[in-house]
Each structure stands twice: as C-alpha cells, then as structure tokens.
C-alpha cells in the first residue's frame, strides 16, 4: 500500500503565501506524476498543478504566475508554493500520484486532503 500524507494548509489573508507538501511512503518502486488537485465547497474537484518524474510542469489557468509545483524525487515529496493568494483559492487541496508498486500495476492514489483558507 501506499499513503500520501499532506501538510502545510492553514488560514491566510489575501495576497498571503503557504506552502503544501506531500510525501509518498509505502511500497513504492517510482512515481511518475505528481500533483495537487483541490476542491471548494459545492464545486468539483479541479487540477491546480501537476509535474512529472522529467520534471515537466503543467498549471491551471487561473494560478499561472502565483503557485509554483515543484518535486524531490528522492524524497518521493511535491511541493506546492501558492503566492499571492485569493479568497477564491479557498477549497480542500488534496495530492495525487501515479505510482508504481513494488508489485502489481501502476495506480492512482490520493491524500486526505488539506484545508487552505484565504480570508481577511
């Protein structure tokens, strides 16, 4: 099994930063993509940025210029730095990883998910 453990959400004013990260643990043999999803009240779930063991980068429209995903291979860890933040980015901001077993087939697995709230 493999787990995918967030941390870094909190409450911030507008125009604040935060910083997420998730770290995979388990069996794990390689991950290739990487990245953070979130999910505001009566919304649905939406990518917000994703990255690749090649390090390719892919963001949502609306936080070009503002998050930055970034990736310790090693560390099987993502980061997301979120600058210049909005009371529109308020949702749940959960992980996701494609990952490679040690056995059996690659698969999709989430993390429980941390709040981000942006309020003055």
């Known amino acids: 099994q493999v787990q995918l453990v967030e941390s870094g959400g909190g409450l911030v004013q507008p125009g604040g930063s935060l910083r997420l990260s998730c770290a995979a643990s388990g069996s794990i043999f390689s991950i290739n993509a990487m990245g953070w999803y979130r999910q505001a009240p009566g919304k649905e779930r939406e990518l917000v940025a994703v990255t690749t063991s090649g390090g390719r980068t892919n963001y949502a429209d609306f936080v070009k210029g503002r998050f930055t995903i970034s990736r310790d291979n090693a560390k099987n860890t993502v980061y997301l730095q979120m600058n210049s933040l909005k009371p529109e980015d308020t949702a749940v901001y959960y992980c996701?990883?494609?990952?490679?077993?040690?056995?059996?087939?690659?698969?999709?697995?989430w993390g429980q998910g941390t709040q981000v709230t942006v309020s003055s």
């Open positions: 996701n990883a494609y990952v490679y077993p040690l056995a059996g087939t690659a698969y999709d697995v």
